[in-house]
């Protein structure tokens, strides 16, 4: 089964600054998901990934990708206080490319914003 | 996207008694799905509600334990049985709108925390 590791596991960023959260796996990626969570709860969808290569954004938030589908990144650009929380990467239980919905997620990024 | 309630939004419960959980879509969807998340951890796929038949669990997971029920294409039940304290958790449910392939959008209610003492 699909496992992700995401880094780092928490981070703490002056307001205006960039940061990257990383999304990797042993096994290729297929159907990556992007969500941000408020602490205590229900999950936001950012944004999906299905294709080596593949980048989308959403205001400043982006995210990519890489070509072996392995690993997704998401950047914030010029963080706001807004954009604490936990960001959490989820992708295809199965791992096995031959399609399900069910989704395995990594233990997610805490992101903390000093104005 | 769709738009997901889930009700109740918390409850404190004692040990041994059972919670049940209301997921309701503003539309037909697809899939349903729901999730659990323990204190400081990600989350973890209880089962599929399949409409009109036995929802299907993940490994650890069993009927007796947390039934679901899912009567049509905008609702769903999870019941948590003779809770204990392991229990408290915040139960999520998810949808998938749209058919004609697995990689599409899934969108999460706000979610219900249980607190069992």
């Known amino acids: 089964s699909q496992e992700l590791e995401q880094s780092p596991q928490s981070l703490i960023v002056q307001e205006g600054k960039n940061l990257t959260i990383n999304c990797t796996s042993s096994?290729?990626?297929?159907?990556l998901y992007w969500y941000k969570q408020k602490y205590g709860e229900g999950l936001i969808f950012l944004m999906m990934l299905q294709k080596g290569g593949e980048e989308k954004s959403h205001e400043k938030i982006t995210a990519k990708l890489d070509e072996k589908k392995q690993q997704s990144s998401l950047h914030i650009t010029a963080s706001q206080p807004s954009h604490a929380g936990i960001y959490l990467c989820g992708a295809d239980a199965a791992g096995s490319g031959a399609g399900s919905y069910q989704l395995t997620f990594g233990k997610g990024t805490k992101l903390s914003v000093i104005p | 996207s769709a738009v997901i309630s889930q009700k109740p939004s918390r409850d404190i419960c004692q040990r041994g008694t059972s919670l049940t959980i209301q997921c309701q879509v503003d539309?037909?969807?697809?899939?349903m799905f729901w999730y659990r998340q323990q204190p400081g951890q990600s989350l973890t796929l209880i089962a599929t509600a399949n409409q009109g038949s036995e929802a299907t669990y993940e490994s650890g997971f069993v009927i007796d334990k947390f039934p679901i029920s899912r009567p049509n294409l905008t609702f769903s039940t999870l019941t948590v049985s003779n809770m204990s304290p392991e229990d408290s958790s915040i139960y999520l449910c998810?949808?998938?709108?749209?058919?004609?392939?697995?990689?599409?959008?899934?969108?999460f209610g706000p979610g219900t925390r249980l607190t069992v003492l």
């Open positions: 096994k290729t990626l297929y159907g």
């Open positions: 539309s037909q969807v697809t899939m």
């Open positions: 998810s949808v998938t709108p749209a058919a004609g392939g697995p990689y599409n959008e899934q969108f």
